[in-house]
């Protein structure tokens, strides 16, 4: 776990725009990205030569969705600690967090296959070794929480884990994966891969100076599962949650629905509701407002802004709002 020097992110992010400019001819000067621009030269020393403003961290409003594989350096998002030893480690779009135990490293959820190298680059620019993480925890099996994780499995010999109830669904391989996302689009192919420790609920994974706790919140599929974690951040503790499934979307698309999804989402919300939990974490960094959060830490907010137990009040509050309109919605146009 040696610390890799600070600019091998300016190299990769300048090495990718280099790459972009190449493949772009002049005339297709309105599809560059100048995100992609400033960070590499805000992260050198022609930032102030050129005094460009500072890079916008949270850039997902920017890129567009056909834009994903196509240029899948535009997802690059910065990696950081949240907590003592809880860390970011995902892209503009899809999360993954790093939990660093004296017993073992353990990664939530991998992003697409095509945005591997952005991962295993966020997690050595923390000064960590991808080859050392033990287990691979998911929050469900959709290909944009599992896409990479046959590879990071290659890379270092990790177990992977997932609730008991989305394993047969993950091995079928179907469009319920995700990989057929929308009308006339395919995603990409999904790498296949063993789990090897699947998950119940109240299941504990030791890491020796910290615990995760395993909790089945089923809804957006059968398996769903969450994660706690105490965590430390200037000495104060906090309990961390990740909500594995806040996506309405299996409501909206057949091919995601499972038959006792709306119950079993009430159920999850009661759940969630009766837990005493003041840092969130998101299964997609805009649940939460990850990047945004930490923008506001680098600008030296304190407390931490990932310490936000009225925003996970609001979070719950909506969801069940925006939820019981969906499930009305969906019972009218069934009595039509
Ligand atoms: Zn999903």
Same mark, same amino acid.
């Given at each position: 776990m040696k610390q890799l020097p600070q600019h091998l992110t300016f190299l990769v992010v300048a090495f990718v725009a280099g790459l972009h400019t190449t493949?772009?001819?002049?005339?297709?000067?309105?599809?560059?990205?100048?995100?992609?621009?400033q960070s590499s030269a805000a992260s050198g020393d022609a930032a102030s030569a050129l005094d460009l403003p500072p890079i916008k961290i949270d850039r997902r409003a920017t890129i567009k969705r056909e834009d994903w594989f196509v240029r899948p350096w535009i997802m690059h998002a910065p990696a950081f600690a949240i907590a003592d030893n809880l860390y970011y480690v995902g892209n503009q779009w899809f999360a993954s967090h790093l939990i660093v135990g004296e017993k073992g490293i353990v990664l939530i959820d991998t992003p697409h296959k095509e945005h591997t190298y952005l991962l295993l680059?966020?997690?050595?620019?923390?000064?960590?070794?991808?080859?050392?993480? /033990?287990l691979i925890l998911h929050t469900h099996y959709h290909i944009d929480h599992t896409?990479?994780?046959?590879?990071?499995?290659?890379?270092?010999?990790?177990?992977?884990?997932?609730?008991?109830?989305?394993?047969?669904?993950?091995?079928?391989?179907?469009?319920?994966?995700? /990989?057929?996302?929308?009308e006339n689009e395919t995603m990409p192919y999904f790498e296949m891969f063993e789990v090897e420790r699947p998950l119940e609920h109240g299941d504990i994974i030791d890491l020796g100076n910290m615990a995760i706790h395993c909790h089945h919140t089923p809804g957006h599929t059968a398996g769903t599962m969450s994660y706690s974690l105490e965590v430390t951040i200037d000495g104060e503790q906090h309990n961390a949650f990740l909500f594995g499934g806040p996506g309405l979307n299996f409501l909206k698309l057949d091919r995601l629905y499972h038959e006792g999804a709306e119950e079993e989402f009430t159920a999850t919300l009661d759940y969630l509701e009766a837990q005493d939990i003041d840092l969130w974490l998101g299964a997609h960094p805009f649940v939460n407002g990850t990047l945004g959060k930490y923008e506001k830490v680098l600008q030296g907010i304190k407390p931490s802004?990932?310490?936000?137990?009225?925003?996970?009040?609001?979070?719950?509050?909506?969801?069940?709002?925006?939820?019981?309109?969906?499930?009305?919605?969906?019972?009218?146009?069934a009595n039509k």
């Open positions: 493949a772009c001819p002049a005339q297709n000067d309105e599809n560059s990205d100048p995100a992609v621009a680059e966020s997690i050595r620019s923390l000064g960590f070794d991808p080859a050392d993480i /033990t896409g990479a994780t046959r590879r990071l499995k290659e890379i270092s010999g990790a177990v992977a884990g997932m609730g008991a109830a989305d394993i047969a669904n993950l091995q079928k391989n179907s469009s319920t994966t995700f /990989t057929h996302n929308r802004p990932f310490i936000d137990r009225a925003g996970w009040k609001r979070f719950l509050l909506v969801k069940r709002r925006d939820f019981e309109k969906l499930v009305a919605q969906k019972r009218g146009e």
